[in-house]
Each structure stands twice: as C-alpha cells, then as structure tokens.
C-alpha cells in the first residue's frame, strides 16, 4: 500500500483552489444551537450521482465539518462526481469528564445525539431532493472515528426504528455505508439488525487501534462493536461488506479517506449500483515498521484528559 502520511501530507496541498459549487443551508434547531450542512455538487449531475452524507470525527468533543483535511477531501470526492452533505452535529462529549465500561451514559447520549442529528440532516437532504438534484435511491453516509461511530450506528438505527428514525418515509434506506474506524454502540447484547438488513458496508480500520474497538468491548448486555466484530456478524447472516483491516496501524486509518477513494469507486460500482452479494476482506501490512505513523496508537485516556 502507498505510504499514508506522505499521501495525506501531499494531499492537503492547493486546498484553497477547491472552487466546486457549495452552498450552506441550517438544517436543524437544537435548544439555542444551530445545525448547518454544507452541500458541495459536482458540475454534471445525473440520476445516478451519489450522495455522501460525511460526518467528521473529533471523539464527540470536537471537529468541523470544513476542516481543512475535510475540504480537501471532498474536493477529490467531488472530482470523481460524488456529491457531498457535510453536517454539523452536537458534540455530546464536550466536557465530559470520565466515563468507561461501567459508566457508559455519557457516550451512549453523545452518540444517539449524533445520530439523531444525522437523520435530521438527511431528512432535509429528502425534502429539499428537487431543488438539491438528489436521488434518494442514492444517499450513502461516511464517517471517520466519532463520525465513523456515527455513521454504522444511524444505520443500525434506521434498521431497527429507533430513536427519531420515524421522521424519514418508511421506504428510506441508505445505499451504502462507510467507516472510516468506526464501531456501533448496543445496550441490547450482540448486534441484531431486526426491520430490515443494514446496507452494504465498507469497513477501514487499525487493528491496533486503541481509541474506537477494531474487535469489541463488552460488558454484560452492553457492548461497543468494531470492524472485526461486525465482520463475524455480517458473515453469519450473510450481510455484504468490504473490510480493509490495517495490521500495526491505530487510530490514523481514521483519515484514511484520501487514499482508498479508488475502493469507494469499487464499492459503489459493485455493492451500490450492481447490488452485488459479496463479501471482501483483506489485511494490509507495513513492512518497514520505521514508517508507520508517529504516536499512532493511543487510548481513550490520552484523548479525554
């Protein structure tokens, strides 16, 4: 595989030229906190464009949708004829100060308030779809680390009608989903995707990631599920999905997005617009483990001081 950090290094030069369409538009009201999305098209736009609802990442407690690691990425999204929802969402994380295993309410709050927000955010994508040329056949969401969380679990909850999922038409479901180190939390023991099968999923993730679970934690019905235990669950139910595991890589797979848009483009071509019933699983390793990323794998600890 390429080098990582030179990649995302280089990637990031020329950001201030992204002169694609992009308008802002408020799509909710929360308390006294305004929820913004901005909405990037490419110049052609076909029925068949996808839309990418993005959710950034920032452990709950930061982050910005117009970051500019965010920016450039989405310039390279819409270059390949993506078009991009970038969303706000609350922070439920923001000032917190402890929490853990036995002590998980204030991440459970942090993320369904981020996937409420996220069905918010798409709800207004479906009633604005004249005017925004979206096809809602067509919406696939990606997220990197708290985003990542974010994204698998506003789909889990749309499978399963939970908290403000009843506010999309009963026939929505996403066309794809992907997770950029990410995990879904349960309070009900191993995942059951119980309305409907959740949709194609594309899964990158560190396995020596120390902040978002790679396998799982779990502590008695409660449990936070990753990239390794959501592949033994799609595989027994025979769910499609693409894993890209990352042998000695932590939490940076986390921006991992500008170098495997040319798997996004396979995945959308096979599982999303083919509707393929595949499975795809494979482990990249670095070699030279003198250039693995610098202070790489960290726990929660370090991020939640």
Known sequence: MKKLILILALFLVGTAAFAQNMKTF????????????????PETVHDSTICLVYVFGGGFIGGHRDGKFEKAYFKQLVDEGFQVAAIDYRLGLKGVKSFGVTNTKPLENAVNMAVEDAISAIAYL????????????????????????????????????????????????????VSYAGAIFSKEGRLKYLNHNPAPTMLFHGMADRLVAYDRIEFFNIGFYGTSSLVERFETFGYPYFARRFADYGHSIALAGPVTVDDL???????????EQIQVDGTYRQIDKSKLPKNDIYSIGDLYK
């Open 26 to 41: 408020q799509y909710a009201e929360r308390d006294t906190l305004n929820l913004y999305l901005d909405f990037y098209t």
């Open 126 to 177: 479906l009633e604005h779809d004249k005017e925004l040329k979206i096809n809602k056949n067509w919406i696939m969401m990606v997220g990197s680390s708290a985003g990542a969380i974010t994204s698998l679990q506003t789909d889990y909850v749309l499978c399963n009608g939970k908290l403000n999922s009843n506010i999309l038409p009963k026939d929505f479901h996403l066309a794809g989903v």
């Open 265 to 275: 483009l396979w995945f959308c071509k096979h599982y999303v617009y083919g509707k």
